[in-house]
């Protein structure tokens, strides 16, 4: 096997701040201030070979840390071989990666805001349209277009904090704790901790060098955003189908065929919900992978960079285009009252009956036999006569025509997270921090 097949090219990723932290911070006493800053030096020209891609990976090198410190070694004479005073590659590359993993669900975080500026945006224009609402996939309630949106705003909220989460597990520093037993040389693990921007030194050096419980959870989380990704795009697939027609999609995202010259696909969605599958096999795979392992450090751990590099790539590839897509997606409002079916009023007849004194187990069993009644005589709830619904029940009275209406229906839901317009509007208020200064705590800072 040779040296480049040894050395996983996504350990190239890995960043050489631990390693020049650990100079200026964590050696004191152990090397001089003079080889501190040879050693630095001489760590930012391997950081410059490795960004202008001049770094060589050479046959002896047993991986990316012993390359680095045979290349430092070379620059800078003896002294190079002082870098790994006090250190193991086992406590050095769960730094790294942990350092990357912060970043990495930073910049994430920001992708999610987008996406929620992106739903909240749309859902603004969309306050007063009425659309089906469904469960079972069976027409059940109206309810608005901009309250459909928001749901999805609220699940990557969310995220949001699950990620926030993540980041706060994977931000206890390893460094320092050896290879397994810790450090001999009086290094200050908590200056180290701190200079590198973690919380503090991980308590258990055993723990330390093993503990990959970030890296699972920060997987969930990825996992978990590409359902609720993979949900709106299930969602756009079906309202974009000509049989539902509620949505257009922008040119841009959507593709011909190549021999049906009618069809408009919903490519990027379709990908998006296929990604979702691959981000709950990484998480499982590394989940597997753990599981089988004893305690302290195993060579098995270097799967997780694998999969975590991948899931987030995943989604930094994803997050945009839907973010776009959401931005640029039309709703037809015709197609959208088109599909508003009388049955749907159903519970709105049973309500009628409660305000009228009737319990409502008995007021839904009424309301049942008026979807019953219409359905015999062949016409919409709404189409019966008022004799017909007071053979049902004698509480019926003329006003019950006020019942049939669907934007009367969406307005009284306006309980808080109703779809009331005005519910929506106090909704999207709350997730954009409004509320004379009040916040909602689900919403994310930048909102």
């Known amino acids: 096997m040779t040296a480049s097949a040894l050395i996983s090219g996504f350990t190239r990723r890995i960043s050489p701040e631990a390693s020049l932290t650990h100079t200026r911070s964590g050696m004191r006493g152990v090397i001089t201030a003079a080889e501190a800053e040879q050693i630095a030096d001489g760590l930012a020209q391997v950081k410059a070979e490795f960004d202008n891609g001049t770094f060589v990976i050479r046959e002896g090198d047993e991986d990316i840390h012993t390359a680095v410190e045979r290349r430092l070694t070379e620059l800078i004479g003896a002294v190079g071989g002082k870098l790994h005073t006090g250190r193991s590659r086992n406590d050095q590359v769960a730094t790294d990666f942990k350092l990357w993993v912060r970043d990495a669900i930073e910049a994430l975080r920001v992708q999610l805001r987008f996406l929620q500026s992106a739903l909240i945006e749309t859902a603004e224009k969309h306050v007063y349209s009425v659309m089906p609402g469904y469960t079972h996939m069976q027409p059940a309630q109206p309810v608005t277009a901009a309250h459909w949106l928001m749901s999805f705003f609220w699940m990557l909220a969310r995220d949001a904090e699950r990620l926030a989460d993540a980041q706060k597990r994977a931000n206890v520093s390893p460094l320092g704790a050896g290879a397994l037993a810790g ?38 989380v990825l996992a978990m955003i590409g359902v609720h990704l993979s949900r709106l795009a ?31 696909n919903p490519d990027p969605m379709e990908l998006a919900r296929g990604k979702a599958g691959r981000l709950i096999g990484n998480l499982t795979g590394l989940l597997a992978t753990l599981k089988g392992t004893p305690s302290t450090y195993n060579k098995d751990y270097q799967e997780d960079k694998e999969a975590l590099f991948d899931s987030f790539d995943s989604l930094n590839l994803i997050l945009p285009v839907v973010t776009a897509i959401i931005k640029t997606l039309r709703l037809n409002p015709d197609k959208l009252k088109a599909a508003l079916i009388r049955d749907m009023l159903a519970t709105d007849l049973a309500d009628y009956l409660v305000r009228k004194g009737l319990p409502f187990r008995q007021a839904h069993h009424v309301a049942a036999a008026a979807v019953r009644t219409a359905a015999e005589k062949g016409v919409p709830l ?66």
């Open 234 to 264: 299930e969602d756009i697939i079906l309202y974009s189908n000509p049989s539902f027609g509620f949505i257009t999609l922008d040119d841009r995202y959507s593709t011909g065929s190549s021999m049906m010259p009618q069809k408009r």
């Open 382 to 447: 709404g189409g019966l006569e008022l004799a017909d619904l007071q053979a049902l029940s004698p509480l019926f009275e003329a006003d019950v025509q006020a019942v049939f209406d669907f934007a009367a229906s969406v307005a009284r839901r306006d309980a808080v997270g109703g779809t009331a317009p005005e519910a929506v509007k106090a909704q999207i208020e709350a997730a954009e921090g409004g509320g004379g200064g009040k916040r909602s705590p689900s919403s994310p800072d930048s909102l």
């Open 183 to 220: 450090n001999p040389f009086g290094i200050d693990r908590e200056a180290l901790a701190q200079a590198l921007g973690f919380s503090h030194a991980a308590q258990n050096s055993l723990d330390a060098v093993a503990d990959r419980d970030y890296a699972a959870e920060t997987l969930f």
